[in-house]
């Protein structure tokens, strides 16, 4: 990495490349990303809806100087009647990947939630053979917890899924 890789919100032109990693393919999404066809239209309906950014859930582009390198995201992953956590995402275009930028964009999305939310943990989730996310998440911080067996279904089968966590006292903020 000889840039720095920096965050923002999702811009009108930022679509059709988001759209491209997330409906193009396997070979674009990679066999983790890789979820089926999904609606042409949908993240452009819901980023006019607002902007990809909800109370509960939030989508950002990572990217170097004007070049627009994948995205993050997160979701609200209930823990219990009172509180709850965020589950974070990344997706990096082939182009951009080797290059630790799922890792820089992952932990600054982190320091994110937590200046600008109360919650104390983020977790994710990943493939038990995603072994380059699972790097990722390390480097980020992240601790992994364990396995969630046959917790999700891609490409007709059910994935054992590895489960990562960063609480909150755990970060080191600038």
Not at 2 to 22: G, S
Not at 37 to 43: M, N, R
Not at 56 to 82: C, F, I, K, M, N
Request: aromatic residues 8%.
């Amino acid at each position: 990495m000889n840039k720095q890789i920096y965050l923002r919100p999702v811009m009108r032109e930022d679509l059709p490349l988001l759209e491209r990693l997330n409906n193009t393919g396997p070979e674009i999404a990679s066999v983790y990303g890789w979820f089926g066809w999904s609606d042409p239209t949908g993240l452009t309906r819901r980023w006019e809806e607002n902007g990809l950014l909800t109370p509960d859930s939030g989508y950002l582009v990572a990217a170097e100087e004007e070049t627009l390198l994948g995205h993050v995201s997160w979701h609200r992953s209930p823990q219990g009647p009172l509180n709850h956590s965020w589950n974070i995402g990344v997706g990096i275009l082939p182009e951009a990947r080797g290059r630790g930028v799922g890792t820089a964009a992952q932990r600054m999305l982190v320091q994110h939630l937590f200046a600008h939310t109360q919650v104390n943990r983020i977790d994710a989730n990943t493939d038990v053979t995603n072994i380059a996310e699972q790097r990722a998440l390390e480097k980020a911080g992240f601790t992994r917890e364990g396995i969630l067996r046959g917790a999700q279904f891609r490409n007709g089968h059910f994935h054992d899924m590895a489960l990562y966590s960063i609480l909150r006292h755990e970060v080191i903020s600038n």
